[in-house]
């Protein structure tokens, strides 16, 4: 949801959202409580809105709504890479106001009505949409007809900022703004001087490693005389992806790495909580009756034990016993030879398992005991983890969180039998990508997909 005019679209869209917020709660109370040409709360005597309590619940929603939307950040807009993941915080924001509304409720036992509650609440989710469309076409229409053309400036070579300018393309009104490339042939400030006359530059995009640190300081300079904004674009590949924020020692700035957004325990609690919900709900409702179904054709199968256990590696590589349902005969070479196609190991049963990744379900268990996760990178064999370390740069990144049942590479179709040096790469990339890049709508997105894709390949 990025926009090159995000700062004015964010103030509109505080408005808009403030007035829309008290218009929905006036729809409540009329919806509710209107009957005929009066005004009733639950008995004949006439509703008074200024005598009720509903005026001291008018000024909390207000002030929850101010808190909520900051804590979730909806208006910094251009902190959202994808519209998706805009929507997600925005309907999040209206759940936890909703949420605190009702604790607030019971809280004080006043027992607003709760189909009020509802009208206003639906109401305010409808009019938020709208009202926000308006705005923007609002907005839209007096650029074009002020003849209002801004300019955004990209300086570097096109391959250290190409996925910068497809990120603009993609996101931006180019209606309202174009982009201009320069190579890195020096500052050129003439030519800066010369686009900023034609299509006044509202933000220069420049490559830290296109330019020398004299060259970036008369850059700034220019940008502070002219009132531009200026992005210094970091992409040292190797450590780009990663999470880093600014502090100051001084006058020395610091740029520091986290190895993963779940290094915030924020964010981490809420990954947990959403470990515990989901795997509590597939324990009560799959595994309670399927778990003996299974056990019983899997002791059928072949002799040995229901479960095969195995130490794999987890958070900060530390080994941990996973576990599944046995799908191969009793074996000496379990704990160093991965399961093949058509591997004579592995039962009738055992094959039926695996096709439909029932035979991970027991893993479940591993969640609840806090050793993996829902979604995250598939555990390998301890031995597996020392050899693949060595051939493929940053594979020990994918350990900085817990391993999980599926993730981002499985979903991808990068599962199963690791049988050549490209399939590796492809999935360490992506695992690196989710670990780099972990949010809660990620991993349910994550989730749905894998039963999506576990339905669409075995039904």
């Not at 949801?1 to 403030?18: A, C, K, P």
């Not at 519209?83 to 106001?97: D, E, W």
């Not at 996101?171 to 500052?187: A, H």
């Not at 490559?207 to 300081?217: P, R």
């Amino acid at each position: 949801m990025y926009r090159n005019h995000e700062y004015f679209l964010s103030f509109y869209y505080r408005i808009v959202d403030t007035v829309v917020l008290n218009v929905a709660f006036g729809l409540g109370i009329y919806l509710r409580f209107y009957s005929g040409n009066n005004f009733n709360f639950q008995s004949n005597a006439p509703f008074d809105f200024l005598q009720s309590n509903y005026i001291g619940l008018l000024l909390f929603i207000n002030i929850t709504w101010f808190l909520v939307s900051n804590s979730q950040k909806i208006y910094n807009l251009q902190n959202f890479t994808s519209k998706n993941r805009y929507i997600f915080a925005v309907v999040t924001a209206i759940v936890l106001q909703l949420l605190i509304t009702v604790a607030f409720n019971g809280l004080i036992k006043t027992f607003y009505s709760r189909f009020f509650l509802l009208y206003t609440y639906i109401s305010f989710s409808a009019f938020l949409l709208v009202g926000r469309k308006l705005t923007f076409f609002v907005y839209l229409r007096k650029l074009k007809k002020n003849k209002i053309q801004t300019s955004i400036v990209l300086m570097g070579s096109k391959a250290q900022l190409s996925e910068v300018q497809e990120f603009l393309e993609n996101n931006i009104s180019t209606e309202t703004q174009k982009i201009v490339q320069l190579e890195p042939v020096g500052i050129q400030l003439q030519e800066l001087q010369k686009i900023n006359k034609d299509f006044p530059i509202s933000e220069l995009y420049v490559s830290l490693s296109g330019y020398l640190e004299d060259e970036i300081e008369e850059l700034s300079l220019f940008c502070d005389n002219h009132f531009i904004r200026l992005r210094l674009v970091f992409n040292w590949k190797k450590v780009g992806s990663q999470n880093f924020n600014v502090v100051n020692f001084s006058q020395t700035n610091i740029l520091k790495l986290s190895l993963t957004p779940l290094d915030d325990q924020y964010n981490a609690l809420i990954k947990r909580g959403l470990d515990l919900l989901f795997s509590v709900l597939v324990t009560v409702l799959l595994f309670s009756w399927l778990f003996p179904i299974i056990a019983i054709a899997v002791k059928f199968s072949s002799p040995g034990p229901v479960f095969f256990k195995q130490k794999r590696s987890g958070l900060n590589n530390r080994g941990f016993n996973c576990y599944k349902f046995r799908s191969m005969k009793q074996n000496a070479e379990a704990d160093a030879k991965q399961a093949t196609q058509n591997d004579p190991r592995i039962t009738k049963v055992g094959a039926f398992l695996r096709k439909t990744s029932l035979d991970e379900l027991p893993q479940f268990i591993n969640v609840l005991k806090g050793q993996m996760s829902i979604v995250g990178p598939r555990p390998h064999m301890l031995k597996h983890t020392e050899q693949y370390a060595n051939l493929v740069g940053n594979f020990m990144n994918r350990h900085a969180i817990k391993p999980g049942i599926t993730g981002l590479a499985q979903i991808k179709g990068f599962r199963g039998e690791i049988d050549d040096f490209i399939l590796l790469q492809n999935r360490v990339r992506l695992d690196r990508f989710y670990v780099n890049n972990w949010t809660l709508f990620f991993d349910v997105k994550i989730i749905f997909l894998t039963v999506f894709t576990m339905f669409k390949d075995h039904r």
